[in-house]
């Protein structure tokens, strides 16, 4: 028996599963070949297994396999995406949209663009963590050349409206004062935490371009894609990494073999049980809330249905939040509402946004759940955040 806690934050990654390795393997030793070499089998048959990954891929967001970019993550998607498209229409117009609950690796790049001179416009978010559809509405201007806009929030899970804001980026509504008729605003997504888990259409959603990543569903890290629309409208993207010319241009290096046969399998896997998968893990998310939600004082992050199956995100009142995670700490993997990413123990600015005070944010849980959780294990974790919270009410009335 293992005594490691309990794995809960599956929005951080995942692990790798075990169909996935087995897939991978193969391609670390007997199929070596550079994908890239077309005078021998040894990168035909490389070049047949990325092919299949990209086929995959393509098909799981209804592209073609020749607008799938291998990138090492989606934080290089990201940073591909919106400096790409800064560099090659910045003179059309240097105005871009972002949302405030963004991952910092759509809002840093965006920072670096306006130390460039392009000017951004951070929408806010309401109460719920989605966008206001008449804010986006509001911010678009005559020179705006691109919308980046999440898939699914990876602190609250929270899904954005995405048909509806490709919809606006393309046509201003009938109506509109602001532009009339085609908008044709570039939109992007950072569906990095949405990809495997919740349906998504470049056409039906009106997407050119997607971030991707594999290491939030199963697959393994140092691997994911940037989706490019090649067609109306084709995306011209300045290429960030310059050198042999792989992936059309717009990100040279050898293709990582091993990895990118890993996120094809991921991704294979997580859209076959997709449906009986965002079942279970809606059950155990609804099992978890509803123990926890016995105790007074405790408040849902983001909307209560309109967010990804495996996450929840409780704040607690009348506890301080690093002793709440000291606490969960022996039991439970979870992350706390303090910025993940840094050294700095900064607030989350996805809950500051959604008005909540530091203190707040601090006493805040994110629990991811996820595949390979059990109705055991949601069980021990609400008992064990139950008491440790009734436990530290309790010390904090007796000093
Ligand atoms: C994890 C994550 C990223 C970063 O992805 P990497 O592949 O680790 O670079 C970007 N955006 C969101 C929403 C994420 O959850």
Redesign the pocket.
């Known amino acids: 028996m293992s005594h490691r806690p309990i794995y809960l934050d599956s ?1 951080a990654t995942t692990p790798v599963d075990e169909r996935v390795l087995a897939a991978m393997l193969p391609f670390f030793t007997e199929h070596f070949g550079n994908p890239s070499s077309i005078n021998h089998l040894y990168g035909w048959e490389a070049e047949a297994a990325v092919k299949q990954t990209r086929e995959i891929l393509a098909a799981a967001i209804n592209a073609i396999p020749e607008e799938i970019v291998f990138t090492s ?4 998607a ?1 940073n591909l995406a919106i400096k790409g498209v800064g560099e090659a229409y910045f003179q059309k117009g240097q105005h871009i949209i972002t949302v405030v609950t963004e ?1 910092s ?1 759509v809002l840093d790049p965006c920072k670096y663009l306006k130390t460039l001179g392009f000017e951004i416009t951070i929408l806010p978010v309401q109460k719920d963590g989605l966008i206001d559809l008449s804010e986006l509405e509001k911010a678009f201007r005559s020179d705006t050349i691109l919308v980046s806009v ?1 898939a699914a929030n ?1 602190e609250i899970g929270v899904l954005q409206p995405l048909a509806e804001i490709g919809a606006m980026c393309r046509d201003a509504p009938l109506g509109s004062l602001a532009l009339a008729g085609d908008r044709n605003v570039l939109f992007h997504t ?1 569906a ?2 949405a990809i495997g888990k919740i349906p998504l259409d470049v056409q039906a959603m009106k997407i050119d371009m997607m ?1 991707l ?1 594999a ?2 569903v199963y697959g393994p890290k140092g691997i ?1 894609a940037l989706y490019v629309r090649r067609r109306n409208p084709r995306v011209q993207l300045a290429p960030q990494q310059h050198g042999g010319g792989h992936e059309r241009g717009m990100r040279s290096g050898t293709l990582y073999t091993p990895q990118i046969v890993g996120f094809g399998k991921a991704v294979e896997i997580a859209l076959e049980e997709q449906t009986t998968e965002n079942q279970r893990l809606t059950q155990l998310r609804q099992r978890l809330w509803e123990k926890l939600s016995q105790l007074e004082g405790i408040h849902l992050n983001g909307h209560p249905t309109q967010r990804l199956p495996g996450n929840l995100n409780i704040s607690v009142e009348r506890v301080d939040g690093s002793a709440l995670l000291l606490g969960l700490q022996p039991v439970m993997a979870v992350s706390s509402g303090s910025a993940c990413s840094s050294a700095t123990t900064a607030p989350s600015h996805v809950l500051m946004a959604l008005g909540h005070s530091e203190q707040q944010a601090y006493a805040s849980i994110r629990f991811g759940i996820g595949r390979f959780n059990t109705v055991e294990e949601i069980d021990k974790v609400a008992e064990h955040t139950i008491s440790t919270i009734q436990s530290l009410r309790k010390q904090a009335l007796t000093v």
Do not use: L, P, V
């Open positions: 929005h993550g989606a934080t290089e990201n991952h690796a999440m990876n950072d990095a935490q971030s990543t290491h939030k994911g």
